[in-house]
């Protein structure tokens, strides 16, 4: 019995790790990875001390404590790890704003005040007495659901930097479940200044001691380190008997966690409507920017929205030496920068930390004199963007996959929202569903 899972990531990881321990000979999985190191979006870079996460900043939390455990243990038990409690702010021109918005209206200046006050009881009146209807688009949506004000002064801008396209090319079902809906009279408290409690959804959060976020996927990788092929991209997987040939290997079992919209320039036998919804599926990368710091310390927060234009390109700053001590030098600290980026574009040259940095020190955040240097990492995918027709074609994509026994998994493997937490989930119960049969050979 050979299996191959494609990617090493925290989703191959996962699912190897989980066959393992449910009794299967390791010897009988290979994981291929491109990378030179295993953990895909999980991974963390460090430079002269100060460590950051590539693909913008990772907490570890999950409303499953099971999984929770199983990730702290992978990444060397409770001691490895730092407990910490959320603080994040919206900055909004020299003021911190709570998080949610709509709980920190009280936080802005009077008319902005006003006007996100006004807007949300306006929505809140047509949604709850008038019930109309959600809007399909996302544009819509945000005016339905939180009033022009919040629309103006905070979601559009905001979602303008992460989305990179019109808000109303976005559907809103993906969002729809997702944000929960605060009760009108914690709003109406706080437009007029009485502290609200907001949702305790990631109140807390984990974070390695060490070597960032990526030490999670270097202990899921290290019991498994004879099994991944480092440095070895798929070129081509090719359906053989029962099995699959893999770059030429045989394989009676593949699991693909590699992007959707990628199976086509390896798998050959996908039919041309198949690949043309797969290569259709939208993304956008990211590029993160550590700031390393010569300042002691920060203030206590976990990390930032940054809705304005003038604040720079970067939607978020993660105070990333506030996750760990051990993310910056003694008497050091680090900011990291996030920016999203188009599909199929360059990414920009250094004008980028420019522009960043500028947008920081307009925002209050820095002064460039406390910089020691910056440091930048990029990944092609980031995030699914939930483009009209995506939902169609992401079906089409995984109905193909899972008929042809490819198996996909992982966030961009199914085109999942998914963090690592809900990857290492589905990893684990894709590896009960398969032992049996991995199991009779
Ligand atoms: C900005 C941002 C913030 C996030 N924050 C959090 C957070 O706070 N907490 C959290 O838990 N999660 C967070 N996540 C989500 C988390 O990063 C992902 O859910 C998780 O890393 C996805 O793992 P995966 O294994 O499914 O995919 P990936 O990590 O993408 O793994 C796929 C692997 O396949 C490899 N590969 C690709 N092509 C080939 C090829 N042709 N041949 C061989 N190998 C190939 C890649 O190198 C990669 O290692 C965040 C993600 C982003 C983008």
Redesign the pocket.
């Known amino acids: 019995m050979k299996i191959a899972i494609?990617?090493?990531?925290?989703?191959?990881?996962a699912l190897a790790r989980a066959l393992v321990e449910g009794g299967l000979d390791a010897d009988t999985l290979t994981l291929?990875?491109?990378?030179p190191v295993?953990?895909?979006?999980?991974r963390s870079k460090t430079v002269d001390g100060f460590t950051y996460d590539v693909?913008?900043?990772?907490?570890?939390?999950s409303k499953d404590t099971d999984t929770l455990e199983w990730m702290k243990t992978a990444g060397g038990g409770e001691e490895a790890f730092v407990r910490r409690d959320r603080n994040t702010r919206i900055r909004f021109e020299d003021r911190w704003v709570q998080y949610p918005f709509e709980n920190g209206l009280g936080d802005l200046p009077e008319q902005a005040n006003f006007d996100c006050l006004a807007g949300y009881v306006h929505a809140w009146h047509a949604r709850t007495k008038d019930d109309t209807e959600a809007p399909a688009d996302f544009a819509g949506w945000v005016r339905w659901r939180f009033g022009d004000g919040i629309a103006d002064h905070f979601m559009d801008p905001y979602n303008a930097k992460i989305w990179k396209r019109p808000l109303d090319q976005l559907t809103s079902d993906w969002v729809a479940g997702r944000v929960p809906d605060a009760p009108i009279e914690d709003v109406l408290r706080a437009a007029i200044g009485i502290q609200t409690e907001g949702y305790g959804h990631q109140a807390i959060f984990w974070y390695p001691k060490k070597d960032g976020?990526q030490a999670i996927t270097d202990g899921m990788a290290s019991a498994l380190s004879t099994r991944i092929r480092l440095s070895?991209?798929?070129?081509e997987v090719v359906r053989k008997g029962e099995g699959w040939s893999v770059n030429g290997e045989d394989f009676d079992h593949v699991v693909c966690?590699?992007?959707l919209d990628?199976v086509p320039t390896?798998v050959p036998e996908v039919p041309g409507e198949v690949a043309e919804a797969m290569r259709g599926l939208a993304y956008n990368g990211?590029v993160s920017i550590l700031v390393a710091l010569d300042r002691p310390e920060h203030p206590d927060l976990s990390w930032i929205y940054l809705p304005q234009t003038a604040q720079g390109p970067a939607n978020r700053v993660t105070y990333m030496s506030n996750y760990s001590p051990g993310n910056a030098p003694e008497g050091k600290t680090s900011l990291m920068l996030?920016i999203t980026h188009p599909r199929d574009v360059p990414f920009p040259g250094s004008e980028l930390e420019a522009e960043s940095i500028d947008g920081l020190i307009h925002a209050g955040l820095l002064t460039k004199d406390e910089i020691l240097f910056t440091d930048r990492s990029t990944?092609d995918?980031?995030?699914v963007v939930y483009e009209f027709g995506m939902a169609e074609r992401r079906l089409a994509a995984l109905e193909w996959m899972e008929a042809a026994g490819l198996n996909p998994?992982?966030?961009?493997?199914r085109y999942d929202y998914?963090?690592?937490?809900?990857?290492v989930i589905k990893a684990r119960a894709m590896a009960a569903a398969l032992l049996p049969k991995f199991q009779r050979g």
């Open positions: 494609l990617g090493a990531g925290v989703s191959g990881l291929f990875e491109a990378a295993a953990g895909g979006l999980c693909a913008g900043g990772h907490i570890l939390f976020f070895t991209r798929i070129e966690t590699l992007p990628l390896f990211l996030e990944v995918r980031a995030y998994l992982g966030r961009f493997g998914d963090n690592s937490d809900q990857c």
